[in-house]
């Protein structure tokens, strides 16, 4: 009863095209497939949790590289991009929203660095940890990545800067092994009992 863990022959896999060429996607049809059991005999629910769990802060850990490269390509962007015979990092606007994602960045950062930390210590909060990267860093990445495009105006978008491949990365995570929502309520579950 419960999960299990079962090894495939050779599932035929079909590649899916996708704008994002780092992350191939794949359909598996499984129709027919041979499945061997694998693994010690009884229930793998704890096993396939933990393996959740750490896939959770593995994909917050990439969402900090993305999030960092938005901000650095906002800030750089800003530096260049004149307006009024001026860069538009000299607006108080400008600089509001670069210091907004930088701690954005900074508390993404803490709350992935702790969660990773936690699964090594194998800590008793490791799966609170984990919960709580997971619905905070996706939505800062998407607000983050956002305020990127903000910043390069009309050109954020188009597939002559990069701003947007960082929002799409970040959209598409957010919703990857479970929303904010999930996560919170995992949390709220731990936290309460």
């Known amino acids: 009863d419960g999960l299990g863990t079962f090894?495939?022959?050779?599932?035929?896999?079909?590649f899916v095209p996708t704008w994002d060429g780092t992350r191939k996607v794949a359909r598996l049809d499984l129709d027919g497939a041979?499945?061997?059991?694998?693994?010690?005999?009884?229930?793998?629910?704890?096993?396939?949790?933990?393996?959740?769990?750490?896939?959770?802060v593995a994909l917050c850990a990439e969402l900090i590289g993305s999030?960092?490269?938005?901000?650095?390509?906002?800030?750089?962007?800003?530096?260049?991009?004149?307006?009024?015979?001026?860069?538009?990092?000299?607006?108080?606007?400008?600089?509001?929203?670069?210091?907004?994602?930088?701690?954005?960045?900074?508390?993404?950062?803490?709350g992935t660095h702790w969660a990773a930390w936690?699964?090594?210590?194998?800590?008793?909060?490791?799966?609170?940890?984990?919960?709580?990267?997971?619905?905070?860093?996706?939505?800062?990445?998407?607000?983050?990545t956002g305020e990127c495009i903000q910043i390069h105006g009309g050109m954020g978008f188009t597939w002559d800067c990069d701003a947007h491949v960082h929002y799409r990365k970040a959209k598409q995570d957010d919703l990857l092994l479970g929303g904010s929502g999930i996560h919170r309520a995992r949390v709220a579950d731990l936290v309460l009992g």
């Open 34 to 56: 041979r499945a061997e059991p694998v693994g010690p005999v009884g229930d793998h629910t704890a096993l396939w949790r933990r393996v959740a769990d750490d896939s959770c």
């Open 67 to 110: 999030m960092e490269a938005a901000h650095a390509l906002a800030v750089d962007y800003a530096k260049q991009r004149v307006a009024f015979g001026r860069p538009i990092a000299t607006f108080q606007v400008i600089k509001h929203k670069a210091v907004d994602m930088l701690h954005e960045l900074e508390l993404a950062r803490v």
């Open 118 to 144: 936690a699964s090594d210590t194998d800590d008793p909060r490791r799966a609170e940890a984990a919960a709580m990267a997971k619905a905070f860093v996706p939505e800062a990445a998407v607000h983050l």
């Open 7 to 14: 090894l495939l022959e050779r599932p035929e896999a079909t």
